[in-house]
């Protein structure tokens, strides 16, 4: 391999100075072998140009190229192996004409580039006093997020981030630049946003509609602290379930709750906590003045109002609130909001993982024990001492009726699981002496939680933004689709939008259909 003619950007050859640094992504300590993380070349473009340089010569070559934004993709889907091309987007679209706000009947807009972080992103939409529903990972890059969903705190009051997509711009196999909306055609735009994400050309910018702080005064927020206990953890897993269950609950509400392990670095998810816990508990610091947190239960919930005549429940908060460290319930614009609900840190733990995300149609939750079950298997991991795993759990609810991320369904995007109630992640990080410990703590969770019997879920439902087990995306279709029919749609497209392949750097990617 050799670098490319004419492109201005960086390029880094396997095995040049500086090489393992680039190509590291969040995924490296767990697949970087097994999926073969080693792309031959990794090219960062610094414009348009080089994109098309890019894959003309890949097409010429046949050979494939992977797309890569923020590189946060579980699975390692956004890298490749030799004699693969690993395209780095991350800062290639990042001057100020690639975030605009526009303004069209009435209405608000953003233009936006796939190339800022999510952390980055919503801090440029607070200072416009505008916000949209995004998910809590503040290394995540958009580019990457809106194609998977953008799944996130708002998900039952407003639904996905890629709900909001107006029209979407794309570089294809042939050079082309191309902007596809859901008119222009209805087919690709379909399958840019949930279908196959980075299989179906270079995605460089996207128009989306976004709501105005003014439109949702009097918003509540809270954000609450517990040491963890599993009496605590399970107090508030079955608030989590009676909203999840009743299919009526009204759309104003999202509840998010988080459990983590000790030595979760708290300050990068609660820089004001500082000051705060040296004096409420100096005793988690040591003489360097370096906290070690204790195992903690964070939660994040909201409301918000939709018509003149919407109040809170605020007896809802006080349930949550009860035996909190810390948390206030705080009325505050949208957009400053969404900032509190962002992860800050790079990773959870600075160790390999073992990824887990479910998502369940279930309304008999309660019935069904699960609060219990779920409590007892996060303890088991997160309470003994020194068992060298570490885990974060997320547990999140997204519908009902009046749910919009249930409401968005048939919206013109191929995004699944449209009638989940919940979405629980159940991460397993470990040193590298036990892994098996983790791998088969995440076994006894697919045995007991999952099937006719499962205490979570009657069919294993996975989304693509927390991919995980089989590497070949095609054997597992119907775990990430909800049908044939829809799956085959999106092969399609890409037969047609991936002619040579040059979309298709490793298995996990949507079979190409023939007409």
């Known amino acids: 391999m050799v670098t490319i003619a004419g492109i201005t950007g960086k390029q880094y050859l396997a095995?040049?100075?500086?090489?393992?640094?680039?190509?590291?992504?969040?995924?490296?300590?767990?697949?970087?072998?097994?999926?073969?993380?080693?792309?031959?070349?990794?090219?960062?473009?610094?414009?348009?140009?080089?994109?098309?340089?890019?894959?003309?010569?890949?097409?010429?070559?046949?050979?494939a190229v992977a797309i890569r934004t923020g590189?946060?993709?579980?699975?390692?889907?956004?890298?490749?192996?030799?004699?693969?091309?690993?395209?780095?987007?991350?800062?290639?679209?990042?001057?100020?004409?690639?975030r605009v706000v526009l303004e069209k009947d009435g209405k608000s807009f953003v233009r936006a580039s796939?190339?800022?972080?999510?952390?980055?992103?919503?801090?440029?939409?607070?200072?416009?006093?505008?916000?949209?529903?995004?998910?809590?990972?503040?290394?995540?890059?958009?580019?990457?997020?809106?194609?998977?969903?953008?799944?996130?705190?708002?998900g039952r009051s407003f639904g996905l981030l890629g709900d909001h997509v107006i029209s979407?711009?794309?570089?294809?196999?042939?050079?082309?630049?191309?902007?596809?909306?859901?008119?222009?055609?209805?087919?690709?735009?379909?399958?840019?946003?949930?279908?196959?994400?980075?299989?179906?050309?270079?995605?460089?910018?996207?128009?989306i509609q976004v709501h105005r702080d003014s439109d949702y005064e009097g918003s509540l927020g809270l954000k609450a602290l517990y040491w963890y206990s599993p009496e605590t953890l399970k107090r508030l897993i079955d608030i989590l379930v009676e909203m999840s269950d009743d299919d009526d609950f009204p759309r104003n509400y999202d509840l998010c709750v988080s459990c983590l392990s000790s030595s979760f670095k708290l300050l990068d998810l609660w820089p004001e906590l500082d000051g705060k816990m040296k004096r409420d508990?100096?005793?988690?610091?040591?003489?360097?003045g370096i906290p070690f947190w204790p195992r903690t239960i964070v939660v994040y919930a909201q409301w918000v109002p939709f018509s003149a005549s919407d109040k809170p429940d605020m007896s809802w908060f006080e349930r949550i609130n009860e035996h909190a460290l810390y948390g206030d319930v705080e009325?505050?614009?949208?957009?400053?909001?969404?900032?509190?609900?962002?992860?800050?840190?790079?990773?959870?733990f600075n160790h390999p993982y073992v990824k887990r995300t479910y998502s369940t149609e279930s309304r008999t939750l309660g019935k069904d024990g699960w609060a219990d079950w779920v409590t007892q298997r996060i303890d088991s991991v997160v309470r003994p001492d020194k068992n060298k795993c570490w885990i974060s759990a997320q547990l999140q609810c997204f519908g009902g009726r009046n749910s919009m991320f249930t409401?968005?369904?048939?919206?013109?995007?191929?995004?699944?699981?449209?009638?989940?109630?919940?979405?629980?992640?159940?991460?397993?990080?470990?040193?590298?002496?036990?892994?098996?410990?983790a791998e088969d703590w995440e076994k006894v969770n697919d045995e007991e939680g999952l099937g006719p019997e499962g205490k979570f879920s009657k069919k294993d439902m996975r989304v693509l933004w927390g991919s995980y087990g089989e590497f070949d995306l095609d054997s597992v279709w119907d775990?990430?689709?909800?049908?044939?029919?829809?799956?085959?749609?999106?092969?399609?497209?890409r037969a047609r939008e991936d002619p040579d392949g040059i979309f298709s750097p490793n298995p996990f990617a949507v079979k190409r259909v023939a007409g």
């Open 15 to 63: 095995g040049s100075e500086d090489y393992t640094e680039q190509k590291y992504q969040y995924a490296t300590s767990s697949y970087g072998d097994d999926h073969n993380m080693n792309p031959a070349l990794i090219i960062q473009p610094r414009d348009k140009n080089d994109i098309k340089l890019v894959l003309k010569y890949a097409k010429d070559n046949k050979i």
């Open 71 to 98: 590189g946060h993709q579980y699975s390692g889907a956004s890298s490749t192996g030799a004699p693969n091309i690993q395209l780095d987007l991350g800062d290639t679209f990042r001057s100020p004409d690639d």
């Open 114 to 154: 796939i190339s800022w972080s999510l952390g980055d992103f919503n801090e440029w939409l607070a200072k416009n006093h505008v916000f949209v529903p995004h998910g809590q990972c503040t290394e995540v890059h958009v580019g990457g997020h809106v194609q998977t969903g953008g799944y996130g705190q708002l």
């Open 168 to 207: 979407l711009e794309i570089i294809d196999h042939n050079g082309s630049e191309r902007e596809v909306t859901k008119t222009s055609d209805p087919d690709l735009f379909f399958a840019l946003l949930g279908g196959s994400p980075g299989n179906l050309g270079v995605l460089t910018h996207f128009t």
């Open 281 to 288: 508990h100096p005793d988690i610091y040591g003489d360097d």
């Open 331 to 348: 009325e505050k614009p949208m957009s400053e909001l969404t900032a509190k609900w962002i992860f800050r840190n790079r990773r959870e």
């Open 407 to 437: 409401r968005n369904a048939g919206n013109g995007t191929a995004y699944s699981w449209r009638e989940s109630s919940l979405v629980a992640t159940l991460d397993c990080f470990h040193d590298d002496e036990h892994k098996t410990r």
């Open 479 to 493: 775990k990430y689709y909800d049908d044939r029919e829809k799956y085959e749609r999106i092969g399609r497209v």
